[in-house]
């Protein structure tokens, strides 16, 4: 698009050309024109002056006033009344005074204004003073003898700009009108009643929009394939609740916000174009999985459509690089201009470098899905890749889906929940069975663009599951869960294997042991013995007996007695669980201090240890040194090279 | 008298943003109505557009902000709630001399918002509270 500052400026002196050979027409001829076509013909009524421009209330007058008679040419009311703007330059060359009569020559421009029935007229360049010949005479005397004053308009400060549409009320988004309904999607059975129904169908989401301005939306409708179906946080209107110091919750995934999501959907025309059409707001992402299952892949038609944005690939790359996955299209496309007979070889087409991001407008029917017809050729079901395959593609920003197990969850949480991070340790077959070199465990990273619905939040928390990972980033070696990625309880429909191995994990999960090579926030699995204790990080705590729970409240009515708020119940004898940080050393990693928080599995000798180290007795670390710790499931905090430590928490996989 | 000029230079930019979400382009009678009602800070706005100097800047609670990367570097602030730029510019043309309506960095903000060419960073309160609150360093 670039050098719109350029633009101007070759228009701007283009324009000044003009001013100038035309004000040295203009007094090379004294006489007044014949009156041409174009010309606006005002009488001044009154002149005050803003941030230099000049603006003057006229009256409109039908004919040239030379051929008035002076009484005629007084103010008639019913003669429309207009604001005059004149930029400073013309404003000095005119020195008009109220009851100056003017012609404005075009090009001069016109504005209606919303809420005011007098239109106002700008670049007024080209205007010319009307010297009425009977009183010109005694008019240049008192023009020399008194200097007009024009009373000038202070503009204050407060008041902003608004460019937003004025036909909804300000700061109300669409969408909040469409929470109390329904999804404002029909099914084809009721098209007998459709108001649409009789309309023309188009194929061509570039033409929808390229006619918009002409002929309003509602009128056309076009026929498009749901290639996705996902939710995006709202941003606008997005309560962010600062939880201060309350200390995350026991499923802390979940905001306790309903979290603002819109269902969205990735189409593409006939002709090979996407566009993101943003629908309603959900309160959350549950049904996510039905509207995709019903969705996609099927045709629809889309009317009353709103442009929200026209996004480029530098502004938004995670859009584009869903879009990339879907590139190029499986089946030819149309291209626009050409009879429709020639084959068109899809594989050359560059990707699309532009792409419209469509809202609903409130209150009607936008979006007719055809969920009784067949999967549409055009669409693309993901491509589901073994972990192993996704480890080695080479390339940033690459979309990819796969099918993997949740062995462990943890929760990074940023500067407010609203910003949490969810580490997902996932694995699967290819994983699992594969040679030395690739992790048997990977980390999945998932960030709070991505939606998630407490369904599947929950599901996560409580036991290792299954997962079906669609349209997740991979790039730099890392995977992500970001917006428009989805996770699914259960497999889609349809998907395309893409040679990968998705059968389940038979046998136990293994990790990889502690080594040189290990990173931090990873998980492994280390054997060792004990070397030391760090006797300051002692710590016991009670738990509940029934449920594990371990952040248990005093009882409200008797502070004496525990309180387990997942069970409701007081907790009459509480399992006391220890921890204590011991060194050990591995022979995985011979050379390194490890540091290991251990909780979960402990020996006796442990046990007994950290009792006494904790009811302050005097103690024998003797007891414990020399002897054998593992296999421990482990979480490795950090691992450096220089000094040569690694720092774990035990863990229990889900 | 109610003034007259915020309600047109409103509408044109209104214009401007629908002429822009529909063809993507701004017809060059919009072009020279800005240089009309804006005069010399329309190109030095645009050229800032171009440039995509333009960012907005907001905090978790809501608040917003504009800074505008000047041509000479330095950057300014613009508010959202009312028209104020820390620029020389506005303190001079604006404020004392009341010559015109805004400085050419509100006029690209307007213009950015219109085009949807602001770049857009999510910052802490206690930055913005910063950004907000910054003494002015250089002299004159």
């Not at chain 1, 001044?44 to 230099?52: A, K, M, P, Q, V």
């Not at chain 2, 008298?1 to 009678?29: C, G």
């Amino acid at each position: 698009r670039g050098g719109l500052a350029e633009r101007l400026c070759r228009l701007q002196n283009r324009e000044r050309s003009a001013i100038s050979f035309w004000r040295h027409q203009c007094t090379a001829d004294a006489k007044i024109p014949a009156d041409k076509s174009g010309v606006l013909i005002v009488k001044i009524l009154e002149i005050f002056e803003e941030c230099t421009i000049q603006v003057a209330i006229c009256q409109q007058l039908e004919q040239s006033p030379a051929t008035l008679s002076s009484e005629d040419a007084t103010i008639s009311a019913g003669e429309p009344i207009l604001k005059v703007l004149f930029a400073r330059e013309t404003a000095a060359h005119l020195k008009s005074r109220p009851q100056d009569v003017i012609h404005i020559y075009p090009p001069w421009q016109k504005l209606l204004l919303k809420n005011t029935d007098v239109p106002v007229i700008m670049n007024t360049y080209f205007s010319q003073k009307v010297l009425l010949s009977e009183h010109s005479e005694p008019r240049e005397n008192t023009h020399g003898l008194t200097k007009m004053l024009v009373r000038k308009n202070i503009i204050s400060l407060a008041q902003t700009f608004s460019l937003d549409d004025h036909d909804q009320e300000l700061h109300q988004q669409p969408s909040d009108n469409q929470v109390a309904c329904g999804p404002q999607i029909r099914n084809n059975c009721d098209s007998n009643q459709h108001p649409l129904a009789r309309s023309v169908v188009n194929d061509s989401l570039l033409e929808m929009v390229e006619s918009q301005g002409a002929m309003g939306w509602r009128e056309v409708q076009v026929r498009v394939v749901i290639q996705r179906v996902y939710c995006l946080p709202a941003r606008e209107g997005y309560r962010s609740h600062i939880q201060g110091n309350k200390p995350l919750c026991a499923t802390p995934i979940v905001n306790s916000d309903p979290p603002n999501v819109r269902l969205c959907l990735l189409v593409q025309d006939a002709y090979g174009m996407f566009s993101e059409v943003q629908l309603q707001s959900l309160s959350s992402a549950d049904d996510i999985e039905q509207y995709g299952r019903r969705w996609e892949g099927k045709f629809c038609c889309l009317a009353g459509m709103k442009i929200q944005q026209r996004t480029t690939r530098g502004r938004a790359s995670g859009l584009f690089s869903l879009i990339d996955s879907l590139w190029p299209p499986v089946v030819p496309v149309k291209v626009p201009g050409q009879s429709q007979d020639s084959e068109m070889m899809t594989a050359h087409l560059p990707p699309p470098s532009f792409c419209y991001i469509l809202t609903v407008q409130a209150g009607e029917i936008h979006v007719e899905v055809d969920e009784e017809e067949q999967i549409s050729n055009l669409y693309q079901p993901p491509t589901v890749h073994g972990l192993k395959d996704i480890l080695q593609i080479n390339g940033c920003n690459q979309r990819c889906s796969f099918w993997a197990q949740v062995l462990y969850l943890r929760l990074q949480a940023k500067q407010s929940v609203n910003q949490r991070e969810v580490w997902l340790f996932v694995t699967d077959s290819t994983l699992q069975d594969g040679v030395h070199i690739t992790p048997k465990v990977v980390a999945v990273s998932v960030a709070a663009s991505c939606v998630l619905g407490t369904e599947i939040t929950a599901a996560l928390a409580a036991a290792s599951r299954l997962v079906f990972f669609k349209d997740v980033l991979w790039g730099n070696g890392r995977i992500i869960c970001v917006e428009r990625t989805v996770l699914l309880l259960q497999k889609p429909l349809l998907y395309s294997a893409a040679g990968a191995d998705l059968s389940e994990l038979t046998g136990p999960v293994r990790l990889d042991e502690l080594d040189s090579t290990t990173q931090a926030n990873s998980i492994c699995a280390l054997r060792g013995t004990v070397v030391g204790v760090n006797e300051s990080t002692a710590f016991s705590w009670p738990t509940c007996d029934k449920c594990g729970n371990g952040k248990l409240e005093l009882c409200p009515q008797d502070r004496g007695l525990l309180y387990c708020n997942q069970c409701c119940e007081v907790v009459v004898s509480p399992v006391l669980k220890m921890q204590l940080e011991v060194f050990l050393s591995c022979p995985s990693r011979p050379q390194s201090t490890v540091r290991v928080k251990v909780w979960h599995k402990m020996s006796s000798g442990l046990f007994v240890l950290i009792n006494m180290l904790l009811s302050l007795q005097s103690y024998e670390v003797q007891s414990v040194l020399g002897k054998e710790v593992g296999l421990l499931n482990c979480y490795v905090h950090s691992a450096t090279s220089h000094p040569n430590c690694v720092a774990l928490e035990e863990i229990v996989l889900l | 008298m109610d003034s007259t000029l915020p309600a047109v230079a409103e509408e044109l930019l209104k214009e401007i943003k629908k002429a822009f979400q529909e063809t993507s382009q701004v017809p060059d009678d919009l072009l020279l109505g800005l240089k009309f009602i804006f005069g010399p800070s329309a190109v030095p706005a645009l050229d800032l557009v171009d440039q995509r100097s333009v960012t907005r800047v907001k905090s978790p609670s809501g608040r917003t902000a504009y800074q505008v990367l000047g041509s000479s570097g330095k950057l300014y602030t613009c508010y959202s709630s009312c028209h104020f730029c820390t620029c020389p510019a506005f303190g001079f043309a604006v404020l004392q001399k009341s010559e015109s309506l805004l400085c050419k960095h509100i006029l690209a903000v307007y213009l950015s918002q219109a085009m949807g060419a602001c770049q857009e960073l999510t910052v802490s309160e206690e930055q913005l509270t910063s950004i907000l609150l910054a003494e002015e360093e250089e002299e004159g």
